[in-house]
């Protein structure tokens, strides 16, 4: 795997950026949108007409395909939207990462073209008054199927027997804390984000990647919330969580749970490499290269810690 990234957007994408050569009209919030596009084309348009109504200080477009022949007609209709085409292979997080950076406002809605996306999707009322009331790094939606069927959006960590895992609760009230944001959806502080370090592109697993960022939050004294006011629907199929362990699952843990809090600081006990070489199936080499590397890192940002994987998840039910 590749070195784990010690700044915001430190890796160099390839891509092809179109429009935003005008000014955004009729800005209502200090809110950014970075939309998600994996879907066919044909509801687009409609899409950035409904987004265009909400007020956003500006909307950034990600676009699957460098050859699509209606990129130039998006362009076009909406010279105010911002239109990035990557030419490399990117994670979800890779797009986040550079749609953060790129935004013009204090905030940032990430959302997908899977999404119902109406000119409600988020008022300037509703923003101010989520945003003052939660100082999260992230708020998370209530999602709903398309039959109106409430989604999972509570996750909580928990560890028995040694055992890491990650469970569900459907109970939800305003402003619960949560472990990380479903799909990535949700309403970023982009200030918050980027001091974080945003998403390890390093990992290349969706769930891993999102899990890592967000654990990585609260062991940083960040905190990740539910808003019940602010509600999204899914058009299309909800997707899965492919939460295999991999690769990307190790570096989640050498990143997250073997780091130990001590009066002011994170550190890597050398006591846990043994454990690490029986379950990372990579050799002894390999294995002890990358908890060197994982060490290395926690000690560049050791006062950045403010507790451990085990002291979070006892604390769990009292996290604000």
């Known amino acids: 795997m590749n070195t784990i990234p010690s700044i915001f957007n430190e890796r160099q994408i390839n891509m092809t950026v179109l429009g935003g050569t005008e000014s955004m009209p009729g800005v209502k919030m200090n809110v950014s949108v970075v939309l998600i596009n994996s879907l066919g084309s044909h509801f687009r348009l409609q899409m950035l007409e409904d987004l265009m109504k909400c007020g956003f200080a500006s909307i950034i477009s990600f676009e699957p395909d460098p050859d699509s022949y209606n990129i130039e007609e998006f362009v ?20 986040i990462n550079i749609g953060i950076g790129e935004s013009l406002a204090d905030h940032v809605l990430v959302i997908r073209d899977s999404l119902k996306i109406t000119p409600s999707i988020l008022t300037s009322n509703l923003a101010e008054n989520i945003i003052a009331s939660s100082g999260a790094c992230c708020i998370v939606p209530r999602l709903v ?3 109106r069927q409430g989604l999972p959006v509570r996750f909580i960590p928990f560890a028995e027997h040694g055992k890491f895992r990650v469970e569900t609760e459907a109970a939800v009230s305003d402003g619960i804390p949560t472990l990380y944001p479903f799909n990535y959806i949700g309403l970023y502080n982009r200030r918050k984000f980027m001091q974080l370090g945003g998403f390890d592109y390093t990992i290349n697993s969706s ?11 609260w062991l940083w004294g960040e905190k990740i919330c539910v808003s019940t006011a602010f509600q999204i629907e899914y058009a299309h199929e909800i997707p899965i969580e492919d939460r295999t362990p991999d690769m990307s699952q190790l570096r989640f843990y050498l990143k997250n749970l073997v780091p130990r809090f001590k009066f002011d600081h994170g550190y890597v006990p050398f006591s846990s490499f043994p454990a690490y070489l029986v379950n990372s199936c990579c050799g002894f080499f390999e294995s002890r290269r990358q908890f060197a590397e994982a060490k290395r890192w926690v000690f560049k940002n ?19």
């Open 207 to 217: 769930y891993w990647q999102n899990l890592d960022m967000s654990f990585r939050s």
């Open 302 to 320: 050791r006062y950045r810690f403010k507790t451990d994987a085990l002291e979070l998840i006892k604390n769990w039910n009292t996290a604000k």
């Open 145 to 147: 199927s398309s039959d």
């Open 76 to 95: 076009s209709a909406f010279p105010y939207v911002r239109f990035i085409v990557p030419l490399d292979k990117v994670t979800d997080g890779d797009l």
